[in-house]
């Protein structure tokens, strides 16, 4: 194996903060609340969304998590996970890492069965091999967890991979994982975050990637 590069799907490949956002406006809505008050939601994108609910209810004193998150996912589902599209330079980045004969694997927080699809929405099934999610219940929930899982059953050595997100938890379970990371700057984590966390390399647009990952 030449090496295998892990990637996250909100805010790394797909520009999925419209959908997501608005899903998340329309659960608290449902349960009674000023979604105009929540303000912008871009921190809420990327993490696992029980942890993203639980601070968005916060403030309205609503410990109802477990009822938002059934609203949130059914939504999500039936209009939210079509709201987005695939970041500029990300076909061109794919191309790159399959022609230097990289595995890619979705390494993502959302749910396998949204991953899948959303993969499918946005036509780049043919450039992973698998698609690795949280799985309905609560499994895999956590990042690092996730990428544990994914050594596993790839049977990938973390010193062959890397990870490529956008977002201190993608850096963090990499580090968890010894797996080398890349933050990817164009996503809704930013510098600051992804360097506080130890990102081992910042790709500031997609075509960085290639060349840090193959150097």
Partial sequence: MTGAVLLDLDGTLSDSRPGIAASFR???????HDADKAGDLTW?????????LERLLQP??????DKALGIYR????????????????????????????MTMCIA???????????????????????????LPGGGLDHKHDLLAHILSVERFPAEACVM???????????????????GALWGYGGREELEAAGAGAIAAVPDDVARIVLA
Wanted: glycine share 10%; hydrophobic share 40%.
């Fill in 108 to 134: 993502t927080s959302k749910r396998k069965d949204f991953a899948e699809r959303v993969i499918d929405h946005l036509g780049l099934r043919g450039y992973v091999r698998n698609v690795y999610g949280a």
């Fill in 164 to 182: 490529l997100g956008d977002r201190l938890h993608d850096i963090e379970a990499a580090k968890r994982n010894a797996i080398p990371s890349i």
């Fill in 26 to 32: 329309f659960t608290l809505t449902e349960l009674g």
């Fill in 74 to 101: 059914e939504r999500y589902s039936a209009v939210g996970l079509y709201d987005c599209s695939v970041y500029a330079g990300i076909a061109d980045m794919l191309d790159e890492l399959r022609a230097a004969g």
């Fill in 44 to 52: 809420a994108v990327g993490p696992p969304i029980a942890v993203s």
């Fill in 60 to 65: 309205y004193g609503d410990t109802r998590v």
